[in-house]
């Protein structure tokens, strides 16, 4: 089993700053990619960030210069800093994790259950 917790969602103000984790714990060899998706009330899921093993980035064009995912393949975390927030960047944030179990094993997607940001005044 593999399991992945988030924390640091909150409530903060317009222009504010949020910085998410997410740890990855389990029967884990490796993992792949790892990153970051939203869905906010009404709408589809999207991605915002995602990481490669090698550390190589990929950005929503709605987060990029204010959104920077980081992670520690040693300790199998993810961090999204989040600056200059924005109410539109309200959302239920959703980590994810593309981790290979052994050796021979195929890539899965294993998901958090979500934290909640929420950007009001």
């Known amino acids: 089993q593999v399991q992945l917790v988030e924390s640091g969602g909150g409530l903060v103000q317009p222009g504010g700053s949020l910085r998410l984790s997410c740890a990855a714990s389990?029967?884990?060899?490796?993992?792949?990619?790892m990153g970051w998706y939203r869905q906010a009330p009404g709408k589809q899921r999207e991605l915002v960030a995602q990481?490669?093993?090698?550390?190589?980035?990929d950005y929503a064009d709605s987060v990029k210069g204010r959104f920077s995912i980081s992670r520690d393949n040693a300790k199998n975390t993810a961090s999204l800093e989040m600056i200059s927030l924005k109410p539109e960047d309200t959302a239920l944030f959703y980590c994810?994790?593309?981790?290979?179990?052994?050796?021979?094993?195929?890539?899965?997607?294993?998901w958090g259950q979500g934290t909640q940001v929420t950007v009001s005044s």
């Open positions: 389990g029967r884990i060899f490796s993992i792949r990619n």
């Open positions: 994810y994790a593309e981790v290979i179990r052994w050796f021979f094993d195929p890539p899965r997607d294993y």
């Open positions: 990481i490669t093993s090698s550390g190589n980035t």
